[in-house]
């Protein structure tokens, strides 16, 4: 059993981390899964816990987060009706399966190359939060089963792969489709129950070789409950900043700081 002298810097600095993702998810409605694989990333390693096996740690623990956040999420938005429950009835299936199916595929990846996974993709996202126009747009309304049966399991494969709860693909997949951005917003939340509550399950019982302390299969308890108390916390605060501070330029801000978290981990991963 680890000492105070660990645990106590551990605490703190995961009380800061989730009070950080909280304040952006309620500032800039991103998930904090983006944010909170590349710190725990960090975090661990930092403290001497690096394995071959660390970021299913991080993508596992920022996974079982988002089963809370993300049910919180849906009944706040489902109160002023914005949940769209036949877009998400349709998508649970495929959603679902491509998040167990990378359940599977993360259990036989090396810590390196989850990280170039994910620095890559979350630059592709960072550009087209930098970049990307709310006027564009592919088609007036989504596509039907076809488009459904390979994008669904795609986008829950993805999101297991960096940890998000499918948001950062699931809003913008809407919106290029005619969807308006906050129905879109509000159903990706439900989306993040499909895909956060399988894959947790799954990494519970995923075996990981020198896990940080008190972790059960991949999922670090201490980081999951204390991430959960500070973003409920937190997130308020930054849904009321967003009221007062404009969200474009904001949301360019933290694309860049994405870009330079992606650059550092990829560094990282070839060293």
């Known amino acids: 059993m680890p000492d105070f002298a660990t645990l106590a810097p551990l605490v703190l600095i995961l009380m800061a981390v989730g009070a950080f993702a909280g304040v952006l998810a309620g500032l800039l409605g991103v ?9 725990f990333f960090y975090l661990f390693s930092g403290l ?16 079982a987060t988002i089963i809370v956040t993300s049910i919180r999420s849906v009944m706040a938005h489902n109160r002023k009706g914005a ?55 592919i088609s007036d309304g989504l596509p039907g089963g076809i488009f459904r049966a390979w994008f669904g ?31 879109a917003v509000a159903t990706s939340a439900g989306f993040g129950v499909t895909i956060a509550l399988p894959s947790a399950i799954g990494f519970l019982l995923t075996p990981v070789a020198d896990a940080p302390p008190y972790s059960i299969g991949a999922v670090n308890i201490p980081a ?30 933290f694309a860049g700081f994405l870009m330079l978290v992606a650059l550092n981990m990829l560094r990282k991963a070839f060293l």
């Open 48 to 63: 001497g816990y690096g394995s071959n096996d660390l970021m299913q740690v991080c993508v596992a623990t920022s996974l």
């Open 224 to 253: 999951f409950l204390i991430v959960i108390a500070m973003t409920t916390i937190t997130a308020p605060l930054g849904a009321a900043l967003a009221h007062k501070l404009d969200p474009k330029k904001l949301k360019r801000v």
């Open 83 to 137: 949940v769209d429950w036949n877009i998400l009835k349709q998508w649970i299936a495929p959603i679902a399966i491509g998040a167990i199916i990378g359940v599977l595929v993360v259990h036989q990846l090396r810590s390196s190359t989850m990280q170039i996974i994910f620095a890559v993709m979350v630059l592709v996202i960072a550009c087209y939060m930098m970049f990307g126009k709310s006027s564009w747009r």
């Open 31 to 39: 998930g904090g899964g983006i944010v909170l694989v590349p710190a």
């Open 153 to 183: 399991p795609l986008m829950g494969f993805l999101s297991v792969l960096l940890g998000i709860g499918g948001g950062s693909i699931g809003t913008p997949m809407q919106t290029l489709h005619g969807i308006p951005i906050h129905r």
